[in-house]
């Protein structure tokens, strides 16, 4: 079974920083792109950030540019977000999702359905 788990959300004030993890399990994902989406309370879902299976390209949503930075580590099957000068905007339930094919990091990456396996998320919350 195909677990991804994340971990790492938690009450911040804002301009703090906060690291996001996502621990895959029951099958590596060392040659695929990963992911993390988001979504605030009567906000649809949307695209935070993916990486490509080396870690070499990421591609970011404009609004958390310069700001989020995410990696991965394949010996751990792990992928990261590193989340600094955080806004209240920024809170939400910040989930990863990783993909079963083999395709460039693009803007592409923005579309959930390139995404089969998807964690359970984390609650991030940031106080003004």
């Known amino acids: 079974q195909v677990q991804l788990v994340e971990s790492g959300g938690g009450l911040v004030q804002a301009g703090g920083s906060l690291r996001l993890s996502c621990a895959a399990s029951g099958r590596t994902f060392s040659s695929n792109p990963m992911a993390w989406f988001r979504q605030a309370p009567d906000k649809q879902r949307e695209f935070v950030a993916a990486i490509s299976w080396s870690g070499a390209t990421t591609y970011y949503a404009d609004s958390v540019k310069g700001r989020f930075t995410i990696s991965r580590d394949n010996a751990k099957n792990t992928v990261y977000l590193q989340m600094n000068s955080l806004k209240p905007e920024d809170t939400a339930v910040y989930t990863c999702?990783?993909?079963?094919?083999?395709?460039?990091?693009?803007?592409?990456?923005?579309?959930?359905?390139?995404?089969?396996?998807w964690g359970q998320g984390t609650q991030v919350t940031v106080s003004s």
């Open positions: 999702a990783a993909s079963s094919g083999r395709w460039t990091v693009d803007a592409g990456a923005t579309i959930p359905l390139r995404y089969g396996y």
